[in-house]
């Protein structure tokens, strides 16, 4: 694959790549939260 491919002048370099994933983490938590109150809502009436 190397043959296939030009050589980049920043291959030596390092790099850091920082994934946040507490606003996903936060939107999942609210779009879960409305369908478990219906849910909770639904049970405790029956």
Known sequence: MELLTPKDPNDHKNCVIEFELAPVAMKLALF???????????????
């Open 32 to 46: 879960a939260a409305e369908p478990l109150k219906n849910v909770s809502t639904l049970l405790r009436n029956a």
